[in-house]
C-alpha cells in the first residue's frame, strides 16, 4: 500500500509544517510513500530542500524508492528543473510525470542549485562557487561587496552543520529572489536541509542533564542558536551559528532552523515570524534557512 | 627565531583542490598540521594570509586560536582583509587570546581581550619586535 503526501502548492517555510504533518502520519506506519507535487505552482530553494530530505528520509532502509510526482505546470517544471531539484531527486525518489533532465544552466537568480553535501570538499566546492556570482548579485540586493566574504562565511557555516552533525548529507541551494507577497524586496535566501539526526540527538550526551524536564527539541535548538553551545568541550566550537547570527545583525537577515518537533529564528523587525516553536509534527534531521533582505530599499 | 608563513601556500600544499578559502574544521585541522611542522621549536611566528577568500570561524579556530594555545607565544598576521579580521577577532576573545595584525606601514593593531592585548604588546616591545611611537602606536622595529 502506498501513502499520500502532499506538497503544498506553495511549498516554502511557511507551510513547510503542513507538509511535515502530512508527511510524519504517512511515515509512521511504514508503508511506501508518495509525494504529490502535480498541483504546485512555487516552492522556494527551503521547500525544495525539505522535500529532498523527506525522500531521504522515506527511503531509508526500505527495499524502493518513495515515489514523487512532477509538477504539471510547464513554468514550476522548468523553475525546479534550473535549480536543479531534479538531478538531485532522481536517486531518491521514482519519479512519475515529466520533467527536465538537462543539468541545470547557470540563471540569472539561482546563486546556487540544489547542491549536495556530504563533507568538507563540498563545501568548498559551495564557497568556491558561491563567491563567482555573489558579489555582482549581492549588489542587487545593495549590500556592500565587502559582504560577499561574510556571506560566503555564513553559507560554509551552515552547511558544516550537516557535515559535522547530521551524520548523513544533505542539500544546499541559494537564490535571490523578489519577495513580493511578504516583504516587497528583492531577498537572497540560503536554504540547507538534512534528513540526519537532528540537534536533539547531537547535543543530548552534553546538554540534556542541564536542561533537565526543559530538554528536547527547543531546547537543543536554544542550545545551540542562542547559547552557541556545542557537543564538544572546546571554547572555539560553537562559533559558527553564533557567526551568523553577527552577519544577519548587520544585515537585517533572518536566520530558522527547525529539527525535530522545534523550531527557532532570529526574527528581525520586517518579520512576524514566531522565535520559538515546539510541538511540531516530526520531521528528521536540520532545515536551515537564512535570509538577507535587499538593503535600504522600501519600507516593509 | 621567528618563522614567516604563507598561509595560502600552505592551504595548497594541505588540501587536495586549488582552493582560495579557509573553510571547515578539517581544512583548518589539516593547515594547521602543515604550518606546526613548518615552524618547528619557532615560538614568534608571521602568518601571511594574502590571498586566502573567505576564512570561517572553524579554520579561524584550527589555526590562529590553537597555533596561539599550543605552539606559539607571538603571531603577527599579515594580509588580512577586514573580513578575516571579523572572524579571527571573536574567536580570540573567545580563547581570552590575543594576536596583533600588522597594517600598510608597520603600524600593529591588536586583536583580543584588552589585558591579553597589552599583555602581547608588552612581550613584543621587551622582545625587541616591536617599539611604541611618540603617538603612541605600536610598530615593528626594523629587521
Not at chain 1, 504529490?36 to 528520509?57: C, I, M, N, T
Not at chain 1, 537585517?252 to 512576524?272: L, N, Y
Not at chain 2, 572553524?58 to 605552539?71: F, G, Q, W, Y
Request: glycine residues 8%.
Amino acid at each position: 500500500m502506498t501513502r499520500l503526501v502532499e506538497v503544498p502548492s506553495q511549498f516554502d517555510d511557511r507551510t513547510f509544517d503542513q507538509f511535515t504533518a502530512a508527511f510524519a502520519q504517512a511515515i509512521s506506519d511504514g508503508e511506501r510513500l508518495l509525494f504529490d507535487a502535480h498541483a504546485a505552482e512555487w516552492a522556494s530553494p527551503y521547500g525544495l530542500v525539505g522535500l529532498l530530505a523527506a525522500g531521504q528520509a522515506a527511503g531509508r532502509g526500505r527495499g524502493e524508492p518513495p515515489l514523487l510526482t512532477a509538477p504539471t505546470n510547464a513554468d514550476v517544471l522548468r523553475y525546479w528543473g534550473r535549480m536543479g531539484f531534479f538531478q538531485q531527486a532522481a536517486s531518491l525518489f521514482e519519479i512519475h510525470g515529466r520533467y527536465p533532465k538537462a543539468k541545470p544552466q547557470p540563471e540569472s537568480d539561482v546563486l546556487l542549485p540544489v547542491t549536495p553535501v556530504q563533507a568538507a570538499q563540498d563545501v568548498h566546492e559551495v564557497v568556491s562557487r558561491i563567491q563567482e556570482r555573489a558579489a555582482a548579485i549581492l549588489r542587487t540586493v545593495g549590500l556592500d561587496p565587502k559582504a560577499t566574504m561574510g556571506f560566503a562565511m555564513a553559507l560554509s557555516e551552515a552547511c558544516q552543520n550537516i557535515v559535522e552533525h547530521a551524520s548523513t548529507g544533505g542539500w544546499v541551494a541559494v537564490q535571490t529572489y523578489h519577495w513580493r507577497r511578504r516583504l516587497a524586496r528583492q531577498v537572497v535566501v540560503i536554504a540547507v536541509a538534512d534528513a540526519g539526526v537532528g540537534f536533539r540527538h547531537t547535543l543530548e550526551a552534553t546538554e540534556s542533564r542541564r536542561f533537565a524536564d526543559r530538554w528536547g527539541d527547543a531546547a537543543a535548538l536554544e542550545a545551540a542558536l542562542i547559547q552557541g553551545v556545542s557537543r564538544f568541550r572546546d571554547p572555539g566550537r560553537g562559533q559558527g551559528l553564533k557567526g551568523i547570527r553577527n552577519y544577519l545583525a548587520r544585515w537585517e537577515g533572518k536566520i530558522a532552523i527547525r529539527s525535530g518537533t522545534a523550531r527557532i529564528a532570529i526574527v528581525p523587525k520586517w518579520d512576524d515570524d514566531a522565535a520559538l516553536k515546539d510541538g511540531l509534527p516530526l520531521f528528521p534531521g536540520a532545515q536551515v534557512l537564512i535570509i538577507v533582505p535587499e538593503q535600504g530599499s522600501a519600507k516593509p | 627565531m621567528i618563522q614567516h608563513i604563507d598561509v595560502h601556500a600552505a592551504l595548497q600544499q594541505s588540501v587536495p583542490g586549488f582552493y582560495a578559502d579557509l573553510v571547515t574544521r578539517a581544512t583548518g585541522r589539516a593547515v594547521r598540521e602543515h604550518i606546526e611542522r613548518r615552524l618547528a621549536d619557532a615560538t614568534v611566528a608571521v602568518i601571511d594570509f594574502t590571498g586566502v577568500g573567505c576564512l570561517d570561524y572553524s579554520c579561524a579556530d584550527e589555526i590562529v586560536a590553537k597555533l596561539l594555545r599550543a605552539r606559539v607565544r607571538v603571531l603577527l598576521l599579515r594580509g588580512v582583509s577586514d573580513a578575516h579580521r571579523e572572524t579571527i577577532e571573536p574567536v580570540l576573545r573567545g580563547h581570552g587570546l590575543a594576536a596583533v595584525i600588522e597594517r600598510p606601514g608597520g603600524t600593529l593593531e591588536t586583536l583580543g581581550p584588552s589585558e591579553s592585548a597589552a599583555a602581547l604588546v608588552d612581550e613584543l616591545v621587551a622582545r625587541h619586535l616591536a617599539t611604541r611611537t611618540p603617538g603612541g602606536a605600536v610598530v615593528l622595529t626594523p629587521s
